[in-house]
């Protein structure tokens, strides 16, 4: 039996020709099907904020230090703009919002239901999405039945950005912070020891002790020069003291010196921290708040219906076409 011939082009085109009517009616029956379920399908607004990331760099340093390297009142680079897109899209922000707007209530899911937060995350994730722009800002968009309860999710997540943004730094500012001071306490209660021992050294006459020996060397020589061994022993006596507490009097100076310093420097450290667990500053500048929209973002109804009477044609063509391929290679001389 000699092989199937290729359906040429010619009977393509007869082909068509002969089930253009055919092809017609589907389009046109999927058109009215596709635009009928496209009634029956919510209505979705679309509300949007847009924002820039600040630069997160330390707060008290602007206040505490003399050289300034950052600029609160800058826009923040691409890492900041990364690190503020991570925190709309965490489950501190998502749990928040889900929370306020009871959307288990408002997408209709049953929290007892097996996989309920599973549901809601992808729910969530199809109608609440944050991206980068190329313009390196951030855009919040949220998709809703209620173009009223859009607008308000969206603010909402600008808002709380700030809030978890600060209050993560905080609590890390705060850890910082209470190193500090326990640094500081431990180095003032050192300071105070040393100088409570060399109160003591005072009070045996320690006062200063390189002038001391000096001034009785001094007057241990001119007592020996003018025979005065009377005195001259009393000034050997009093240099044998001070010769014994000299080790202790030295060591008490030079830690005190260190220390202070040390002691200066935590308490602008210790103030510093302060500022930085305490402030709280915008994390974001708002470029665009959210409005309610005025006309609906989805379904795009004719597009439905389009697409439906396109790919209904299409698949219903190649079928026929098949179909009608089959027969000729069952029948060669069709």
Same mark, same amino acid.
């Given at each position: 039996?000699?092989?199937?011939?290729?359906?040429?082009?010619?009977?393509?085109?007869?082909?068509?020709?002969?089930?253009?009517?055919?092809?017609?009616?589907?389009?046109?029956?999927?058109?009215?099907?596709?635009?009928?379920?496209?009634?029956?399908?919510?209505?979705?607004?679309?509300?949007?904020?847009?924002?820039?990331?600040?630069?997160?760099?330390?707060?008290?340093?602007?206040?505490?230090?003399?050289?300034?390297?950052?600029?609160? /009142?800058?826009?923040?680079?691409?890492?900041?703009?990364?690190? /503020?897109?991570?925190?709309?899209?965490?489950?501190?922000?998502?749990?928040?919002?889900?929370?306020?707007?009871?959307?288990?209530?408002?997408?209709?899911?049953?929290?007892?239901?097996?996989?309920? =937060?599973?549901?809601?995350? =992808? *729910?969530?994730?199809?109608?609440?999405?944050?991206?980068? *722009?190329?313009?390196?800002?951030?855009?919040?968009?949220?998709?809703? *039945?209620?173009?009223?309860?859009?607008?308000?999710?969206?603010?909402?997540?600008?808002?709380?950005?700030?809030?978890?943004?600060?209050?993560?730094?905080?609590?890390?500012?705060?850890?910082?912070?209470?190193?500090?001071?326990?640094? /500081?306490?431990?180095?003032?209660?050192?300071?105070?020891?040393?100088?409570?021992? /060399?109160?003591?050294?005072?009070?045996?006459?320690?006062?200063?002790?390189?002038?001391?020996?000096?001034?009785?060397?001094?007057?241990?020589?001119?007592?020996?020069?003018?025979?005065?061994?009377?005195?001259?022993?009393?000034?050997?006596?009093?240099?044998?003291?001070?010769?014994?507490?000299?080790?202790?009097?030295?060591?008490?100076?030079?830690?005190?010196?260190?220390?202070?310093?040390?002691?200066?420097?935590?308490?602008?450290?210790?103030?510093?921290?302060?500022?930085?667990?305490? *402030?709280?500053?915008?994390?974001?500048?708002?470029?665009?708040?959210?409005?309610?929209?005025? =006309?609906?973002?989805?379904?795009?109804?004719?597009?439905?219906?389009?697409?439906?009477?396109?790919?209904?044609?299409?698949?219903?063509?190649?079928?026929?076409?098949?179909?009608?391929?089959?027969?000729?290679?069952?029948?060669?001389?069709?």
């Amino acid at each position: 039996m000699p092989s199937p011939r290729p359906m040429e082009s010619t009977h393509l085109l007869v082909f068509l020709s002969r089930n253009f009517k055919t092809l017609m009616a589907i389009g046109f029956l999927s058109a009215v099907a596709a635009s009928g379920v496209s009634f029956l399908l919510d209505e979705y607004y679309q509300s949007t904020v847009v924002m820039f990331a600040t630069s997160q760099h330390s707060i008290g340093e602007q206040f505490f230090e003399e050289t300034k390297k950052n600029d609160l /009142l800058a826009y923040g680079e691409t890492e900041d703009a990364e690190r /503020l897109l991570q925190i709309l899209n965490s489950h501190r922000i998502r749990n928040r919002i889900i929370t306020k707007y009871d959307l288990y209530t408002h997408y209709d899911l049953d929290r007892a239901e097996p996989g309920a =937060k599973t549901d809601m995350a =992808k *729910t969530y994730n199809s109608n609440v999405s944050a991206s980068l *722009t190329r313009f390196g800002s951030i855009k919040v968009e949220v998709l809703d *039945t209620d173009p009223n309860m859009a607008r308000d999710m969206a603010n909402d997540m600008a808002f709380l950005v700030d809030s978890v943004s600060n209050q993560m730094r905080n609590e890390r500012a705060r850890e910082a912070f209470n190193l500090a001071i326990h640094t /500081l306490k431990k180095t003032s209660q050192q300071i105070a020891e040393a100088e409570d021992s /060399l109160a003591t050294l005072h009070s045996m006459g320690i006062y200063d002790f390189e002038a001391q020996v000096e001034g009785l060397t001094a007057q241990y020589g001119m007592a020996l020069a003018s025979g005065n061994k009377s005195a001259a022993r009393t000034m050997q006596s009093d240099l044998q003291k001070i010769a014994g507490l000299a080790n202790g009097y030295n060591n008490l100076s030079a830690f005190l010196e260190g220390a202070y310093e040390q002691q200066s420097l935590l308490k602008k450290r210790v103030e510093l921290m302060r500022v930085d667990a305490e *402030t709280q500053l915008p994390s974001s500048f708002v470029v665009d708040y959210a409005s309610a929209a005025d =006309k609906k973002s989805k379904p795009v109804r004719w597009l439905i219906v389009v697409m439906t009477a396109v790919i209904a044609v299409g698949a219903s063509f190649l079928a026929m076409l098949a179909w009608e391929t089959l027969q000729r290679a069952q029948t060669p001389n069709a």
